[in-house]
């Protein structure tokens, strides 16, 4: 029998019409990295906000060091030692780092703050973890990965001895993530117990000791990392077998169909532009893949493609139209399909239907609608149609509100609307982000299937797997600028992280020719 | 000069209850309850306030001790009345706006019929004078004596004293960063251990408490010490609001912003005593407008820039993360 610092034994836990968490098990030992892997939706956060004290289990018990502990809420969890990143980071933006980091745990006199040994503390365990915190900072104006140092300098400053990470990678770029690894490293290596919810296999099999899957709520088994691989993890999460490679046949580009010329876009936050001359074409039957770290001005770039922005300068033609001041409706009928990167912002009404949602970019067409009256029965009818042909799963079909579904079937009903409609360009913005293995693997399928019919694709990704694996031609963008075209065939992930990181350029050619 | 004199003393006494009410209101906010309801609580206060001067100005005592006691008895009439609000926005997590509201529109309705019921007048009328033309001592300080000293009233003072004691606690107090905190991220706040609840029912607590007592000092300052249900506060719990957002939600603006309307307001009142703006020959009434145009003009300005406390407006509910 091995000694555990924490136990969660037979834990059920039941929300309206779903049971989250089917009597699982979970056993923690001390000094490791464990990792808590299972699709969206399998249960995992709702675990893990079992143990925070977010959420009481109906059935099940916890022990902590053989003890049977009550965790009612995030107080108790702390008196024990537990503390958590949460994905999105609860941290008051207005605040610096040090008033969020003592919020809740202030040291003071009398009601008084006493912010100065609270800020040497903070100094002292930034410097000894490496974390180069600056404890007068605003949140608002570090970067989403310092933002989550400060969220574990929240933990280390309450002396939590179990750390759990709620996919602390989501929103971190390549570089983010191996330091963030090789920091839950270092504290595992001094007797910190952590739980790493995820589900990125590498990451797994990167820095985790043990692994426990979670399936539709249900508790699959839990695995040594070194004896086991990533298919083996697949199968135990998915419950089939998954292609991590994209099958696909040799692209055969045709016609242009995208031509952008010269785009520049001016910055929201800064003097600079965001996007300067950027020049490419996308044509029939090919996959273009803008890659580059966040941030390097992707996201004002297809903005200003897909007509949310204005350019300063350039022009942008589809099929021989210029659409380079066309309205964003304008570019949806001259055959611009676009799945954005921001699905809650603008890709769905979240409140709206999901029928309602599968024709936000047609409902004025004479099909759905009469002199401005909406047709339900047709509208309803188009809507069935999409989330058969898609499998679209939602907890009452056309009739669900779009904000109670999970962020896989958002997102096929995204695609499902966009691929539907007339398209001969369809532009994907970071399609899978946040997806789990088995969305990844259908969103990839569509993505080639286009290809296959002819459509021309540009996708804009930030995974370096699926830059290499999808796309057919890589243009890599840097400080707003496109600084290399790359082949996927002849190049590796090494020389494209060179690329993304600027420490390699190639001079900017004419890529008219290419293909 | 004298004229620069008179109207820095007849600004203060303006200025004071609109500087405690609009910080009423930053304390609710940044809780994370928008309160509408400032008109409706200075009103509330005012009237018991004056209620109370009325009840007892026959007994033989310091007309600044009946002040004092009068605004005690504003502020808990203030604090009650804002109760009210607290329930239906926090624990009933009502619309926050409407709730404000329905506040604003019962309480010049029911002055007025308690007023015709008892009084048979439309509001409360006192015969007491709390007007201090010096104070001993201070009055002879040169210039600030002059300007803060002299032809006064102890409200000036005594807002004074609570803008100090406001910015203490909302910068320098364990309370005030969890207040802020609730009005930003309340998940975050809750997470770390912080009733939310509690600490939104004591932002608007604060905002009734400062709320009543602005609103006596309205009555004193700006009124005689009377209050009438047709008038009411002349939409200073408004002007308030206005104040505390062109004041950014922040104490030290807030003060400015209050001196800046109640400028303009005493300035109109104060035409006749400047030569160059009587010689324009404008009717007053265009000048009284100033300071409510000056209202629209200035957030029309500002409003793009300000940032108001991420989660106002929105109940907090436990079960949405």
Known sequence: MENYIVEMLGITKEFPGIIANDNITLNLKKGEVHALLGENGAGKSTLMSVLFGLYQAEKGEIRKNGQVVKINNPNDANALGIGMVHQHFKLVEIFTVLENIILGVEPNTMGFLEKNEARKKVVELSEKYGLSIKPDALIEDISVGMQQRVEILKMLYRENEILIFDEPTAVLTPQEIKELLGIMRGFANEGKSILFITHKLNEIMDVADRCTVLRKGKYIGTVDVKTTNKEELSRMMVGRDISFSVDKKPAEPKEVVLSVKNVTVASKHHKNNAVRNVTFDVRAGEIV???????????????????????????????????????????????????????????????????????????????????????????????????????????????????????????????????????????????????????????????????????????????????MNVSDRILVMYEGEIVGELDPKTTNVQELGLYMSGAKRNTVKEIDNAG | MSTFYYLIQNMLPVAIPLLLVALGGMFSERSGVVNIALEGIMLFGAFFGALFVYTFQGVDMNPQVLLLLGMLIAAVSGWIYSLLLSFAAVTMKADQTITGVSL??????????????????????????????????????????????????????????????????????????????????????????????????????????????????????????????????????????????????????????????????????????????????????????????????????????????????IPYDKSQR
Not at chain 1, 378 to 393: G, M, P, S, T
Request: net charge positive.
């Open chain 2, 104 to 313: 604003n529109m019962m309480i010049p309705a029911a002055i007025l019929l308690f007023s015709k019921m008892f009084f048979n007048s439309d509001g409360i009328t006192t015969t007491k004078n709390f007007y201090i033309r010096e104070v001993p001592v201070l009055s002879n300080i040169p210039i600030l004596g002059e300007m803060f000293f002299q032809r006064t009233y102890l409200t000036v003072m005594i807002g004074f004293v609570l803008l100090i004691i406001s910015i203490i606690i909302f910068y320098k107090t364990r309370f005030g960063l969890r207040l802020r905190a609730c009005g930003e991220h309340p998940q975050a706040a809750d997470s770390v251990g912080i009733n939310v609840y509690f600490m939104r029912y004591a932002g608007v607590s604060l905002s009734g408490i400062l709320g009543g007592i602005g609103g006596f000092f309205y009555s004193v300052g700006v009124l005689d010490g009377n209050v009438s249900g047709h008038t009411g506060v002349a939409g200073f719990g408004f002007l308030a609001l206005a104040v505390m957002i062109f004041g950014q939600w922040k104490p030290g603006k807030i003060f400015f912003a209050a001196l800046f309307f109640a400028f303009l307001r005493t300035l109109a009142y104060s035409v006749s005593l400047i030569p160059f703006l009587d010689g324009l020959g404008i009717d007053q009434t265009y000048y009284k407008m100033l300071p409510y145009v000056a209202t629209m003009v200035v957030l029309a300005f500002t409003s793009k820039k300000s940032r108001a406390p991420k989660a106002e407006g």
């Open chain 1, 289 to 467: 893949c803008l890659a580059g770290i966040d941030g390097n001005g992707q996201t004002e770039f297809v903005s200003a493609l897909t007509g949310l922005d204005k350019m300063v300068e350039g022009s942008v033609t589809l099929c021989g139209k210029d659409i380079s001041k066309a309205s964003v409706r304008e570019r949806s009928v001259s055959g611009m399909s676009h799945i954005p990167e921001d699905r809650h912002k603008h890709g769905l009404v979240l409140d709206y239907t999901l029928e309602e949602n599968m024709v936000l970019q047609r409902y004025w067409q004479p099909e759905f609608q009469n002199k401005g009256f909406l047709k339900f029965d047709a509208i309803r009818k188009y809507a069935e149609n999409l989330i058969e042909r898609f499998d679209v799963r939602s907890g009452q079909g056309p009739i669900t509100v779009v904000r109670s579904m999970s962020g896989g079937n958002q997102q096929k009903a995204i695609i499902a609307r966009e691929i539907d409609k007339n398209h001969e360009l369809l532009v994907a913005v970071q399609p899978t982000r946040g997806l789990d293995v088995g969305a990844i693997e259908y969103i990839h399928k569509q993505l080639v299937e286009r290809r296959d019919a002819g459509k021309g694709v540009l996708l804009v990704s930030l995974e370096l797997e699926e830059v």
